[in-house]
């Protein structure tokens, strides 16, 4: 049932992408949380790549991390997200997507150093 | 040989310039006694100064001898204004084809109300004499100045040939060409503005009898090619007359002269012009290219429209150094003797109301969560100009109401973007009790424009308001108290006024066009949106409420990660500042400030010292409680969040416009 739902999701995802390109992250995220890591990695790929010439969140970066399971890598772009003052940063204590990160002492340090401690 | 001052009629030597009694610039020696392209002239009537014409007109003075005879500078006893009487020689009023002609170009040309164009009045004869009254402008004519200082500066040309622009393009609207543009034929008021003179003359003495008498009406220096060959001229044939001035104004000559009228029009038809930059290098190649394309020989290579050279006017502009450009100085909206001041900057509040239609499209957008509406830029204000009343007790000012009235139906359907019905439907209501509402359904109208003139000995009141139909309260009002002494200046001042101020409907209406595409959110709806706002800014650089939406824009751009923080931040934050700086009481400035604050800066207390700020000062601003809520939300604080969020959807549903009016009117100077 569960997965039928991400399977929706991830069809609305699809076509949010397609119109917007900011969305492409959430997909990747939809895909690296039901599995398809491969899928994620390469939506990560066109994200590195699209950063390449205009602005790619470096926050939604790190979200799709967060989904793939990668810790570290997820807290390298929070901390790029915090340098460019990247709007979705402003929810990060609410976001439910960042629970994972939650007990790891770095999140602390980070809503501290956001002011939000 | 002397010269003979055209002012003053003083004997100057020969080799004088200017005038030894009136210092007047004198035409050169050689002028008068070679000139193959001055007007052949012939005795005509002469009236002489202190003398009074037609029972009404005193004669002040001389003021030039056009082609079709002298003009002077009268005073209208009956009106008891100043205004330009043209003598029609009596060669050219004998032939009755002519005078008909002209009575009906002159039909035309009197429609022309545009603040760049001189006014014609009327054609009327007096013991055989015809004679054309038109507005009187103080100044100086275009040739004058340019053989007085020589070349202008780029940024002078550029501003007057802007003007000219701008006159032409209301006649040319209203389907009249000039066909005789030149210097001569511009006055440059005393506020440095551009005013064409003589619309429908040109043709109405085009004929055979006249030509076959060797009186030349059209100057061969300024002529288009197809004038020259004797071709209907159009619209094109007056950009190409501009593009001779443009020439004239940044080099001091004009592209082609000749010792006749046959040479200097073979060079029109087939000689192509100097680049101005050889003569001056000074001028920037942009605006030598605008002059050259002004100059093509045929007219389908040359701009097709005055509104198109007006465009790369503008650009060019914009282009030059602040110290080049010239600042217009307006005729200031007030004078000493009008009481009460318009500030445009409060009444804008009021005149929202106007667009409630717009807005009505926009909430409905909103309120339907985003499926798609009409946008609302097809939508147009619409105002009806009613007569005004007439509350003096001898009941003698009907002349002047009407008037009035007239003079503001013609100047506001020169505001683009604001429907206006003609006189002949407004003045239907005349003499009749007002009921807006039963005239704005009959005219179709959003807004009447309503008022009366109260005569006491020689002082005039005037009450002019502009009523919403909707609900039939007032938007704004203004009283002006003023002595009766010259008819059409005032007639001209109160529609000015008038005119400038309902311009605010129209930065307004970019406004709201520019929040429709904002709340689009996408890329492109949020680069139109900041499009519209900057030019809801050109019609009012001191428009805050603009300046918010561009903050806004450039805050969301970044916000949906279409644009960098460091790249779009800087912009949201310059634009919300100077919006507050302009206007210390805006809640939509605070509101941009705060999410700035809350977003980018991570400043949680500074936001929400902000946000509350904005809904202390209007508690109906949706954006305020919806952004505020967010705050709220992201700092964890949901219930709260959660309430804003609800008064934020309260204050959409009773957000309409003429509650902020409301709300706002405690700024504004009437009581409540």
Redesign the interface.
Known sequence: MKKLMYEEAIAEYQKAAAI?R?YLPHLGCMYAVIGEREKALEILDELHSQSQHR???DY?IAMVYVCLGEKDKAFEYLDKAYE???????????DPLLEILRSDPRFKAFLKK???E | MGIKCPKCHTDNPSDSRYCRQCAAPLPSSEDISASPTKTVETPTEELTRGTTFAGRYEIIEELGKGGMGKVYRVFDKKIEGEVALKLVKPEIAADKKIIERFRNELKLAREIAHRNVCRMYDLNEEKGIHYITMEYVAGEDLKSTINRVGPLGTGKAVFIARQVCDGLTEAHRLGVVHRDLKPQNIMIDKEGNARIMDFGIARSVKGKGITGSGVRIGTPEYMSPEQVEGKEADQRSDIYSLGVILYEMVTGRVPFDGDTPFTIGIKHKSEIPQDPRELNSQIPEDLSRVILKCLEKEREKRYQSTAEVRSELIHIEKGLPTTDRVIPSRKPATSKEITVTFNIKKLLFPVVAVAAVIVAVVLVWQLTLKKEAVPAVSEKPSIAVLPFEDLSPDKDQEYFCDGLAEELINRLTNVEKLRVPARASAFSFKGKERDFQEIGEKLSVEMVLDGSVRKAGNRLRINVQLVNVADGFPIWSERYERNLEDTFALWDEISLAVVDNLKIVEAYNLYVQGRYFWNRR?EDGLNKAIDYFEQALELDPDYALAYTGIADAYSML??????????S?PKAKTAALKALEIDKTLAEAYTSLAHIK???????LGSEEYYKRAIELNPNYPLAHHWYGGLF????RFKKAYEELTKALDAKKLWSWLQITAGHMKSLRWPI
């Open positions: 917007l900011t602005y790619v969140s939604k460019n003052r990247d709007s979705g940063l402003h929810a990060v204590k609410v956001m002011g939000l | 996408t970044s916000g949906y990660n279409f644009l960098s923080a460091h790249e931040i809350e977003r980018y800066d991570f400043d949680w939300r992201v700092t964890g």
